[in-house]
Structure formats: structure tokens, C-alpha cells
């Protein structure tokens, strides 16, 4: 039987790189919308790690009658200190995440944002001679002791709308005249958001970690005033309704 030529033939260079321009074409269109997909997924993990979180919190002040100390930056997740009472970071410390039996931790016990940032938490520090003129709410039945005197808690981190206009430093920081959300905060917790890792280029991330009682929350915004910052706070009314519920006041 006689042989026949070979009706097959290869991709020519010329069709090989067009193919290659179409793939880069295709990969580029799809990257954006999958990139996209991706910062909306890690915003709404965020949303739910800080919710979760407001639950532990409210959780840990059921069964210890107080809140728990912030943790102190650069050594592990457990209260600072551990036996609660004058916390050593209450506005510019972290979550502790042993404490509340929170996950994902790192290995120092910190608990970590979708952007592997540890999750930031302050408290109010509000005190009265009916706790010992110690922090009331960090103190074991200093929740308690203050309901039950003649001088009604006041719990007291600000969260603006912005950090524009505000007054004061430390424990007199105040919102700008009605860009106040709320001046009775008990508890906040937050995460940096995405850029976490890096320098604020704005006043309101940079009034986040400035070590004082005030902290702005809004809605994102694009540099150079970037603001990705996820806020939540506990206010004093959902908190002694809690501890209410709960049985531990009155």
C-alpha cells in the first residue's frame, strides 16, 4: 500500500503569538474583576471577624463580670494584664485573642485580620471611687459596684464621623461639634483594613492609633486622605442590657 503525505502541520510562530495576545488580552479583563471579587470578600471576612469579636467580648463580660484588658502590642494576646484592673494599653492596644478563645492567631497569640493584621481593641477608662479609683469596667465587679453607687457609669470613647475639627488630646479628645456617633462607647474593635501594614496617609486612620479615647468611622475613601479602617463598638446602653440579660446587674 502506497503512503500518503501528511495532511498535518504545526502552529506557525505568527499564530502562536497570537494566540499568546489573546490570552494576555483575556488574563488582564478577568485579573481587575477577580481582584475586585477578592478586596469585597476580605472586607465582609473583616465584618464578620469584628462581629464575632463584639460577641466574645460581651461573652467574657457574662461570665467575668468586667471586660478584658486590651493586650499589649509586641509580646502575646493575653490581657495586660491578665488579671484585668488598670490596663496598660486601653486605647492603643490589641485584641487578646487568648482570652476570648478567638482564631486565626498568629503565634503570639494575636488575633489577625483577613490582611494578617492583628485586630485592634480599646476600652474605656472611667473611674470613680466606688471601684477603687481604678478603671471600672476592667476591674472584677467594677461594673457592679459602680451601677449600684450613687454615681452613673459613664463610659466614654468617641467615634466621629471625622477627625476634622477635633479637639483635645488623651482623656479630654473630643469630636468636632456634630460629627459625634456616638461619646459613651464602652468598647472598640477594629481592623487597619488592607493597608494596615503601612503609615496612614490620613487624619482619620491616623486618629485610630493615636492613643487617646477618639476614633473616627466612615465609609472608605481613595488617597491621599485613604480611609479602609472596619470599626465596631459596644455602647453603654446594649452593654448594661446585656449584663442585665445576663444576670449580673443589678
Known sequence: MSGHPSTQKGFSLLELGIVLIVLTLLFSSVMPAFSAYRQIAEIQEARQQLATANEALLGFAARHGRLPC????????????ESGGACTHP????????ALGLHPQDEQGYVLDPWGNPLR????????TACGNTPC??????????????TPPQPDLRICRTATGRTGLGGTAECA???????????VIFSLGRNGNQRPSGNDETANIDNDRLFVSHDPTLPPEEFDDQLIWISSNIFYSWLISAGRLP
Open 177 to 187: 461639634s456634630g460629627s459625634a456617633l456616638t461619646k459613651d462607647a464602652v468598647a
Open 91 to 98: 486605647w492603643n492596644g490589641l485584641l487578646p485573642g487568648s
Open 137 to 150: 469596667l476592667s476591674r472584677e465587679d467594677g461594673i457592679r459596684n459602680i451601677w449600684n453607687s450613687e
Open 121 to 128: 481593641y480599646a476600652l474605656s477608662t472611667f473611674s470613680t
Open 70 to 81: 486590651p493586650a499589649a502590642p509586641g509580646t502575646s494576646g493575653v490581657e495586660s494584664p
